[in-house]
Each structure stands twice: as structure tokens, then as C-alpha cells.
């Protein structure tokens, strides 16, 4: 491992322009459970039965009871070393783009817990599955902060539009959704850019978001993965280091951001 380790120090170390693709594993530290592990969210639900328009269609209670209570979960969790050390990162070294799968604002409130009364927005990531604690007016769009208090109770007690009264859904991407165009063509444009693309947290099997690191390596970047188990990427990394993210990205970053002040 520690030869991967090196390899990996010096692809960073040497890069000047990196972009950061995350999965839920970078938050597993942070106690928030991932979708395809043991114990993941999807074990006791399946995601075409709860993260789908159809099933919102169906039974817009049961989809808001399993959000609302996610959303209340993920505000209790708080960031963990991996989420700190990729914010210091983004706003020690411009030319860093992070991008996230993950809908629970954890990389949001590492930006600003390291930018203290700096902009954080350098670190703010590119969300391409959405957010969980954003609502989403299903009839005329418009985004409003997610409410804590959703009543479940039934359809009728169910968040209603201020604008239009139309249904609230959460603001994430469902499955047979198409993301946001802005935001997955930036996140791929970026990936096209990169010499390195570190891919942290992510089993690697929800498409388009994982493509990201498939793009960086077509263009001749090189990608390191850090996860604990082997994915679809791992083949093609120039490094893949097996261990969490809450250890991994702390020590791969730490020595680069310091080669990077000299
Ligand atoms: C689209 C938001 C087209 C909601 C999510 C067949 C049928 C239908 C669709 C498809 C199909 N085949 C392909 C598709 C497309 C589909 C897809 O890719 N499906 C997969 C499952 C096969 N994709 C879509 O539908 C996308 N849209 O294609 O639209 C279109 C185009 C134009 C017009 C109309 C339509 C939309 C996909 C987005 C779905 N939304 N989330 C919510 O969160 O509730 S996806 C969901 O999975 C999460 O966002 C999650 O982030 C994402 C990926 O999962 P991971 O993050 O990788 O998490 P996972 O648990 O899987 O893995 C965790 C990893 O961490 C593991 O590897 C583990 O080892 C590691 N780990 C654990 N602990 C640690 C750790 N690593 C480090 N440290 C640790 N401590
Ligand atoms: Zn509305």
C-alpha cells in the first residue's frame, strides 16, 4: 500500500489541474449510510421503489417520509477529515474541481468550516445528483430551502409550492432522470481537463456521474481511487488505495498541499 501511497503523492503532487468525483463512501465516516454496502440505504429499500418519479407519481407519502427522514439523519451528521482535507484542498489550489454524487451538503459545510470567514465557494462542489435538504416545486420549479418538519402523515399534509401550491419534492436527481445539463457538463468538461481525477467513495455504477473519471482517462489523465473495497474503476487507476477516506485523504493531501506552498 505504501508504494500506491507514493505513486499517488506524486501524481498529485505533480498535477495542476485535478477534479475530485465522490461517492457516499467519503461520508460513511460521517455516520451518513451508503446506498450499495452492508447496511446501505438501498438494503431495506430498493432504489427503483423509492428514488424514481414513478414512485413519487404512486405514493408521494412514502417517498417524503423516506427523504424527510433522511434530510432530518444527514442534518445531525457533520463533516469528517476526508470532507475537510478535499475543502482544503479546493481553496489552496484553484485549479481543483469537486464533484459530488452525494445530496447531503456535507462537502458544503466543510467548505465553509475551512474557509472561516474566507469564500468558501472555491469548494463548494458540483452537485450532480441534486440536494436533500432543497425543496423542488414539481409544477413550476422553483427551489426553495428544504423544511426539517415535513408532515408525512399523509398525501394532504404533504409540502405544497408558496408560489403555485403545486407538490414539493425533495431537489435530487431520481433514477431515469436527466441531470442537470449545466452542472454534469461542467463536471465533464472539468474531468476532461484534469491530469488527475480522485475518485473517492463511490461503487462507480450510477451513470452519467460515473463517467467522470472514465473521461479523464481518455484524455490521458491518470485516476487514483481511494476505496476500501475494489470497483469497475479500479482496473483502471494508476493507484488505488484500499482503506476509508476519512484516513486516506487527509494523508494523500496533507504533504501535496504543503509541497504546494514552496
Ligand atoms: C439518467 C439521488 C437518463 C437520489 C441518485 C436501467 C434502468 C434505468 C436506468 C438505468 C439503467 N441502466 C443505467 C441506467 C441509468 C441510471 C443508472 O446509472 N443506474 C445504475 C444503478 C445502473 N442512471 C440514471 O437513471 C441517471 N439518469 O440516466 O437519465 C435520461 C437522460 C435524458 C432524459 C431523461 C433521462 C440518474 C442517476 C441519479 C440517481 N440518483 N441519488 C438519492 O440520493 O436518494 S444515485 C445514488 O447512487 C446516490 O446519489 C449515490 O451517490 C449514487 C452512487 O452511489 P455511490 O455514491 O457510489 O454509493 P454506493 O453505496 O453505491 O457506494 C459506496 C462506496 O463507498 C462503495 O464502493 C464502498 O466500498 C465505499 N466506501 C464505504 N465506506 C467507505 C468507502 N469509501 C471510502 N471510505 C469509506 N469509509
Ligand atoms: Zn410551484
Known sequence: MIGALERAHTLVGDAERIV????????????????????????SRRPEELATPGAFARDPRLVWEWYASR???VSGCVPNDAHLALARLALTHSATTLITQNVDGLHHRAA???????????????????????????SCGLRTPGR??????SAETLPRCDMCAGMLRPDVVWFGE????????A?????RLADVCLV???????????SVPEITHQAGGTV?????????????????????????????LAETMIDRKR
Open 20 to 43: 475530485v468525483l465522490t461517492g457516499a463512501g467519503v461520508s460513511a465516516e460521517s455516520g451518513v449510510p451508503t446506498f450499495r454496502g452492508s447496511g446501505g440505504l438501498w438494503k
Open 71 to 73: 434530510r432530518t439523519f
Open 112 to 138: 465553509e468550516a475551512v474557509a472561516r470567514d474566507e469564500d468558501p465557494t472555491g469548494a463548494y462542489p458540483l452537485e450532480v445528483h441534486g440536494a436533500i435538504h432543497r425543496d423542488l416545486c414539481s
Open 148 to 153: 426539517l418538519d415535513v408532515d408525512t402523515t
Open 178 to 185: 436527466a441531470l442537470d445539463p449545466g452542472v454534469i457538463g
Open 187 to 191: 463536471s465533464f468538461e472539468a474531468a
Open 200 to 210: 473517492v467513495g463511490t461503487s462507480a455504477v450510477v451513470y452519467p456521474a460515473a
Open 224 to 252: 487514483i481511487e481511494i476505496n476500501p473495497e475494489a470497483t469497475p474503476l479500479t482496473s483502471m487507476a494508476a493507484a488505488s488505495l484500499r482503506g476509508l477516506a476519512g484516513e486516506l485523504v487527509p494523508a494523500l
